[in-house]
Every structure is written in structure tokens, then in C-alpha cells.
């Protein structure tokens, strides 16, 4: 089976946008730039990538509390494509990530761990086609998550 699983690190490009669909559920947008240096005959070269992010459930609630503009984070996740029309009529394709886990980066900043308590229902990065998009949480012996 083909996996669809990518990884970025990269800053936000706005702060994150929650919303939430008819049935309660949680849902945060965002982009981040993911920038890359190269050397090209001795002459530093910059690129950058856009990518919008999208986190279902209590992934994107406590990304929304958590982030803002600027934050640098580590994303893991899936593509997903998507097509829609835009107001002139013309069909277009967008690619984004769907956010499985996020976390901030650690490289030049420190963050502090707030634990948020377990609703049971919540599965985080979720939204997956099917079934309602919920997950069962992971069993951990003793009923208690290994952090």
C-alpha cells in the first residue's frame, strides 16, 4: 500500500483560522513558508514553498490556542487534492496538508507542555474520508497516554 505521508518545517503565514462545522467538530487553517538555501556557483540561492494546513479536531483547536503568525512548526501529514471553481468560472486544483500531528520547532525557541485533558472523543488529526472521520484512541496500558 502507497503511503502519503509528508513532513515540514517551516514559519506561519498567518495565524490560524478556527472554524467549526455543523456537527461541533474543529477545524484550524493555516500556512506556513518553507524556506530552502542553496549554493549555485558559489552564490547562495533562496526558494520558498507555501503550503496551506488544514487540523481537524483537537489538533486544530489547539493549534488555534497555541500559534500565531510567525511560530515555526514541524507538520506531519498527508496531501490531499482538491478542485474547485473560482469566481471567473474556471476549474483549479489546490494541494494541502492535512495535519496528523504538529508540534513547534525547537531549534531556536523553547516551548512549554500544557497537557489538555482527554474529552474521548477527540483523535487530533483526523478528517479522514468515511466513517464520520473519527478514530479510536489508542489504548496505553494503565489508561494513561506515555508522555
Do not use: C, H
Not at 558559489?42 to 503568525?69: D, H, M, P, R, V
Not at 511560530?71 to 490531499?80: F, K, Q, Y
Not at 508540534?103 to 531556536?108: D, E, K, Q, V
Amino acid at each position: 500500500m502507497a503511503d502519503n505521508t509528508i513532513t515540514v518545517v517551516g514559519n506561519l503565514t498567518r495565524d490560524p483560522e478556527l472554524r467549526f462545522t455543523t456537527g461541533g467538530r474543529g477545524v484550524a487553517s493555516f500556512g506556513i513558508a518553507v524556506g530552502r538555501r542553496y549554493q549555485v556557483n558559489g552564490e547562495w540561492q533562496e526558494q520558498t514553498s507555501y503550503f496551506n494546513i488544514t487540523a481537524w479536531g483537537t489538533l486544530g483547536e489547539n493549534a488555534a490556542a497555541t500559534l500565531t503568525k510567525g511560530s515555526r512548526v514541524i507538520v506531519t501529514g498527508r496531501l490531499e487534492q482538491r478542485e474547485y471553481t473560482n469566481r471567473d468560472g474556471d476549474k483549479r486544483t489546490a494541494i494541502e496538508i492535512v495535519a496528523d500531528e504538529l508540534g513547534p520547532s525547537l531549534r531556536w525557541a523553547t516551548a512549554q507542555v500544557e497537557r489538555t485533558p482527554r474529552d474521548g472523543g477527540g483523535n487530533g488529526g483526523g478528517g479522514r474520508s468515511g466513517g464520520g472521520g473519527s478514530q479510536p484512541e489508542p489504548f496505553y496500558a494503565g489508561d494513561e497516554e506515555p508522555f
